[in-house]
Every structure is written in structure tokens, then in C-alpha cells.
């Protein structure tokens, strides 16, 4: 380069001094050498007041000659595949674009780093200054921050402290990213240093990666959460699978480390298995990648197992990463370590939570050793800005979880300081306070409301239950939470869970349980065979409920409790007299009782009025008297819908008594009135809330259709029968859909299915209880159509094939003639 041209530049620069530091020396990377120091020098001449401005030589080199020159970067290279964040990065980009300061907030191991280099390749020709990285999690001391970020910049060491003006001015007109890697643990340095240079610099922009926000004016904070997986309840146990953002990381990781892992797309087992693994893992991508590193020696199987203790399982990261990415554990160390005693405390004792929970549960049970109540809250807070809390936009109030990663090691954590006992303690204690409100609000509100309410508290219920029950914490506090928990156990259709929980609590509480605690466990399990169709399983423990009640001169209760053994003995003939003499001895009781409390272990409480319980026993009634009666039998029902109806709209005990009626109808051959029965029932139970009793509405209303013959209609009960008891694993409606999807075969379909559907009930009817008025009804109809189209060795044969049937194989029969197609042969059914 001449001296002309040299003198030229000099020139320049000194009639356009915010250029001449930046654009001399943004020249002087393209010189040789010698010239190259002949400008540096020049700059310093043109303007000495300001630093010497070097960059290192990192810009792209991918550009082919002639393509001009590419912007300096410094952005690392990925050495694995990207899953899953395409709509994340597409709005990180535009963020950055967009606004001058972008902090991506996540938990430990949730891929913001990945996501921010991600973006910065997006980025590289929107920034023709420079898009430069700085890693901060090497560094303790927050007085190196400035310095390392001016290094990045290309600036003097020196020159970091930003005591001045004169760093800043360097990168005034610079178009340049800077991405300011993990900085939680300077968080405070970072923020002065990105305030400082957001103030007086234009044209820049800052994308960090923080546990929590900067907290500047302007920032725009993306919280980034894990990887999606499968539903809870929709597990996808085949190929499709694959497409799953998490599951998809999973398996590309695993192909590294173990090439001839295959999964095909028809191993339900392996899908499983993985889907396994990265929910326990919450999609987390760090956690899944450790995981996938274990594959190739421990096998699928014992790695699904193994991840129970996940902390001792899940470590030997790359060797090139952070010490703190090398296992799981350093991970969350270094997470807890940057919290302050009472956030650590807090963080601690939130591990009892095993869902999601209010302000309040983490008030009861996080407070003490010097930590007051109304501290707790500003804590949680902070933990959620730090990223180990999620906070929950559930209405009306914000409730928080932690991910069951991030649960485990603070569960640990609290064993190591003793606190555990404690917490769950508070933890039982508060939310058999909740279940008390569960029970004295019963009634007083929208059913709906009520339901959804404490809904979300059913896995702290379950924590609850399972400390004071199973681990023998407080057996009679654990009981007392179950009977207050009844009513919503039957409403959130529970039936099942709540039976196990009922036979775990009679078994803690063994021969010495008092025995009003051990009567009423066994009326909340005859509530709950009953819910579920089991009125023969309702009669042992019915029959002990009221042994106890009557030894303990509990005359209410015996009451009730022989009001619902009338119940259940009248589903067998040869006991319907007695359940008649039960039922009238019960209905004397409650007519001397006007305002008494008729069962409760707490003595005084008034839940269940007299002339609630006066009703229902009346509508029991039509099931202990003379069958034949229908006339008799009607009036009872009839007589209970009303006065049922006028002090309580809408509940779905009415929806119950309708159904009744309905039966009753189509047992007098009145099939219209059966439908309109039906149709009053499945009302009811349509307005979101429980289905208690939804199952036999469809049922009654499938029937009475096909009795008035409109083939249609039925089957769409039917199906809507089908899906639901899937849904509940209720094995009566499953019993239920299988009769009335038989019969709908027979009517026009394939025979030899219809009689597979059969023989498919017929194994399974003699376990479950099913309404008698449809099942005798439907099964003449089945056996008129099958006798009608085929003879007798086909239709045994049919019959036959479909009672050797498993569950899976009945419901895929099933499903077909829901969705009715052609009629088929022989071969469509399962051998």
C-alpha cells in the first residue's frame, strides 16, 4: 500500500473520528502485514486518546472466492443434530432482530446454549460486525466479567472495566451480536456490563443465557422448557413415536454411542420403554443425551429401571464439556449452589410437592427455622426466576411445580439435612386441611367448579395418602384424608384408585383401628364397588360397616350403612327380601332422624342430611320390591327424582335415578319413554364435571334406540360407550359396549363377529355387574339375530373363538363395528 494511500486514510478518519479506530483496523485485518502495521500506527496517530483496538482472526470461512468478505464470528460449530426447537429459534431470531436485549431462561441442561448458537448461525448476515460468544460459566470472580466480554469483542483486557466512556465508544457503530453465555452466576456484573453497553451503542444487540432474567429495561426474556413428550394419558407405543421432539434426541444420541440399537416401528415394548425414559427425564435434552450414552452398556431395559436413581446412573457427559455437563448431579450443584441459604431451605422442602401446588402449600409447609410464612412466597419467586421452579398460568391464581428431575435432588438434599419428616408432615397435614374444604364444599357451589378445584391437588392427595398410609407416617390422619376425599374420588371417576387406597388403609390400620375409622373406610369402599358396577363386592364390606355401626349403638349410621347392603344384596334374587326388610328398617330410622347427621367419623358433622339419604333409600326401593311391580317400582323412582330434583338441580344422582327409569321403561316395553329417560340422564352428564354414572346413561340410551330400531343412534351411543370406558378402565362399560356392539352386528353386520363380541362378554359378564333390564333385552336380541343367520356350529364356533379373546383383541373387534365397516368374513377376527 503507498504512503498516498495511507495519508489518504488518515485523512479520512480524522473528519469521521467515530469510524477511524473500528474502520482503520476492520481494514487492517484485510492488509498484509507490513501494511497492516503501517495503518495501526496510523490510527494511534489519528486518534491517541482512544485504545488500540485489535480483533482476532475469526470470521467464517465457509464463502468461496469472489463471494466477498464474510462477518467475523466466533460461534462454535455443532457436532450434533438439532431437534425440535424450530419454532423456539424462528422466534429467537426475530426477537434479536427485533429488540436489543434477549434472555434465553431455562432450567440446567434445557439446550439454551444450543438454541443461541443456533440462532447466531441464523443470524451471522444480519450482523456484518461480528457476532461474538462469551462463555462465562469458567469464571467465579464477577470483577473478570467485563474483561472476558471485552476479549470476546476484540478489545484490550485492559480496557473492561468500563470506567469510561472510551471502551464503549470502540463499538458504537459496530452492527454486532454479542451472545453472553451462562450468566447466572455473575448475573449482577453481567447486567452493569450489557446496561453500559446497550446505553451507547445503538446498533447492538445482546442475547443472553441466564437461569433467570437481567432484569434490564427493555429485555425481552424467552423461557424455554423442555423437550415435548407424549401425554400422559396418550402414550404412542409404535413408530409414531419417533416424531417426538424428545424422543427423537433420544434415539439420534443413542445411535452415536450405539449404532445397532434399532427400534422397530412394531415393538411396542422398546416405545415404551423410551417413552419411559425421557418423561422421568422430563424432556430435559442434557439428561436424555447422558442417558442415551448409557444405552450401548446397560441395555434399554435396565436403563428404564435404573433411572430411579438417575444421579448415580446418568454421568460420563463429554469429555470436552463443562464439568458441570458431565453428569446430572454437577449439573443441579451448580444450579444450587448460586442460591442463598433460605432459597436452598425452601428449594429443599418444595420436593415433598409431587405436582403442582399454590402459593399457600408452599407457605404450610416451607416455613420455619427462621424462614416466616410470609417470606415463603418471595423465595418461590425467586426460585422460579432462577429456573427451578415453573411457574403455572393456571386460573384464577398461579400455581408452580418443580420437574421431577429437579424434585428427586431436592428430596435428596432434604434427607441429607433430616428435614424430610418434617416436611411431609406439614405436607400430610395441610392437605387433609384441603380435604376437609373438599367435603364441606360439596354441594355449596357449581359441581364443576368444586371438582376442577381440587382436582389439581390430586397428586399432592396421593403424596399424602401414600406417606401417612404406605410409609406408616400417620395411619389415622392418612384415614381421616380418605373419607374427606370421597365424594371427589367418585365425582373424578377414582372408583378403582380409590378401593386400593381403601384396602391399604384397613391393612395399616389392622385389628386395633378404632372401629368407627374402620366403618367408615368400608362404606367409602361400598360407595366405590357400587360407582364401578360391583354391587356383589359391596356386600362384605357393607355387611362389616354395619356390624361396627351397630356395636358402637351408631344408630345413623347403621342406617346408611344397611341402606347400601339393601343395595347390593338386591342384585341377587334369592336376597331381595331381606334387602327389603334393610331398606324399610333404614327408611324408619331416617323419617325419627328430621335434622340429623346420618354418617361421619367426626361426630356433629352434618354432610349428608336426612332427607337426602330419605331420598335415595326411597329410590332403592325398586330394586328390593317385587320386580314384576314395575307400576310400584316407577312410583319409587319417580317420587325420588322430584324430591331429589327440588334440593339439589342437576346432580348427578339424579342422572343415576333417571337411568333407572329408563330401564325400567324398556323392561314395560315403553321404549319411547326409556329414550327421553335416557336422553333427561345423558344431559346431565354432559355438562363437563364427572361422568359418575355416564356410562349406564349410554348404555340405557343405546338400548332403548335399538329397541325403537333406529340402528344409528344406538351405535353412536355405543361408541361414545366404548371410548369412554377406555378411558376410565371401567370394566362394566367395557362389558356393556361389547353386548350392545354384538347385538348392533347381529342386526346387519357379520355374524360370525357379532358372535365373537358375544363370546368376548361372556367371559367377562360373570366378573362385572351390568344393568339387568339391558342385559336381558340385549342378549334375546343377540341371540334372535345370530340363531336367525347362521347355524349352530358356526355360531358356537364364533361364540367360542371370541371368549378366548384377550381384552386388547375384543376391543379391536369392537372398535371396528363402531366405526362400521364392510361386512367381513371369518378371518377379520382375532384367532
Partial sequence: MSVDAISALERGARRAPRRDTVSLLTEALRLGDAERASLETAAAEARPSRPRVFAPDVRDRSAGEGAGPAPLHNLPIPMTSFYGREHELETLVSEVVERRLTTITGFAGVGKTRLATEAGWKLIEHFPDGIHVVELAPLSDPDLVAPRIAAALGLPPQAGQLAGDLWVDALRERRALLIIDNCEHVLEAVSVTTQRLLQRCRDFRVLATSREALRLPGERVMLLAPLVLPAVDHQVADGRARDLPAISLFLDRVSDTAPDFKLLDNDVSGWRSVQNVCTKLDGIPLALELAAARVSTLGLPTLERGLDDRFRLLRGGARTALPRQQTLQATLDWSYAVLHEDEQRVFDRLGVFPGSFSSGAAEAVCFGDGIPSESVLDIVSSLVEKSLIVALDVAPTTRYRLLETTRVYALQRLEKCGGVLAARRRHAEYYHAQSLGSRSSFGTASFVEWAQTYAQELDNFRAALAWTIDERGDVMLGAAILWSLKRLLEWLNLNAEGLTWCNRALAALGADAP?????????????????????????????????????????????????????????????????????????????????????????????????LMNVLATAFKAFTIDPADIPRRRAFVSDAVERYAALS??????????????????????????????????????????????????????????????????????????????????????????????????????PVRAGGLFGAWEACAGKVDTPAATTRFLCTRVHDALTARSDDIERAAAIGTGSRWTVDEAIDVALQVAERPPAVGLTSAPA
Fill in 515 to 611: 372401629p368407627a375409622v374402620e366403618a367408615g373406610i368400608n362404606m367409602i369402599a361400598t360407595r366405590l364397588h357400587m360407582a364401578l358396577g360391583g354391587f356383589h363386592a359391596a356386600i362384605p364390606t357393607s355387611e362389616r360397616a354395619a356390624v361396627l355401626y351397630r356395636e358402637l349403638g351408631a344408630e345413623l349410621q347403621l342406617a346408611y350403612a344397611r341402606t347400601f347392603l339393601a343395595r347390593a344384596l338386591a342384585s341377587e334374587p334369592e336376597s331381595r327380601a331381606r334387602a327389603d326388610e334393610l331398606l324399610d328398617e333404614a327408611l324408619a330410622v331416617y323419617s325419627e332422624a328430621e335434622h340429623r347427621a346420618v354418617v361421619d367419623i367426626d361426630p356433629g358433622e352434618g354432610e349428608l342430611p336426612r332427607r
Fill in 649 to 750: 338441580p342437576k346432580h348427578f344422582i339424579i342422572g343415576v335415578m333417571l337411568v333407572n327409569l329408563a330401564e325400567l321403561e324398556l323392561e314395560a316395553g315403553d321404549y319411547e319413554a326409556a329414550v327421553e329417560r335416557a336422553d333427561e340422564s345423558l344431559e346431565i352428564y354432559r355438562a363437563p364435571g364427572s361422568s359418575f354414572g355416564h356410562i349406564w346413561a349410554l348404555n340405557a340410551a343405546a338400548t332403548a334406540e335399538l329397541a325403537l330400531g333406529d340402528l344409528e343412534a344406538a351405535r353412536s351411543h355405543a361408541c361414545d360407550l366404548l371410548a369412554m370406558a377406555r378411558r376410565l378402565g371401567s370394566a362394566p362399560g367395557l362389558g356393556m359396549a361389547l353386548l350392545l356392539l354384538a347385538t348392533i352386528e347381529a342386526d346387519g353386520g357379520d
